[in-house]
């Protein structure tokens, strides 16, 4: 059975910093692509970053430079590293498959608030 559980978020001032966790039950990382979204408050949800099956990364302007996705095969799972915080980086973080394909059911998400 898939399951997605994330893990970490909280309240942070700007400049901060949080590392997310996601446990990527019934999804084998070793050999998808994964990725980290988020999603804001009345918008969509966006792609954040996202790790090959063999550990390249990309991630998307906003947060370059910034946060880091990493994974861990041996415990299947899946990290982001967020680094000098920003008040519009507060949103619910969620992990998944990267291709719209393999996208599994979503789980119930991290919330990341940053203040000002």
């Known amino acids: 059975q898939v399951q997605l559980v994330e893990s970490g978020g909280g309240l942070v001032q700007a400049g901060g910093s949080l590392r997310l966790s996601c446990d990527a039950s019934?999804?084998?990382?070793?050999?998808?692509?994964m990725a980290w979204y988020r999603q804001a408050p009345g918008k969509q949800r966006d792609l954040v970053a996202w790790?090959?099956?063999?550990?390249?990364?990309k991630y998307a302007d906003p947060v370059k430079g910034r946060f880091e996705i990493t994974k861990d095969n041996a415990n299947n799972m899946v990290y982001l590293q967020m680094n000098s915080l920003k008040p519009e980086d507060t949103a619910v973080y969620y992990c998944?498959?990267?291709?719209?394909?393999?996208?599994?059911?979503w789980g119930q998400g991290t919330q990341v608030t940053v203040s000002s």
């Open positions: 019934g999804i084998i990382v070793s050999t998808n692509h």
């Open positions: 998944n498959a990267y291709y719209s394909w393999a996208l599994r059911p």
């Open positions: 790790i090959t099956d063999g550990g390249s990364t």
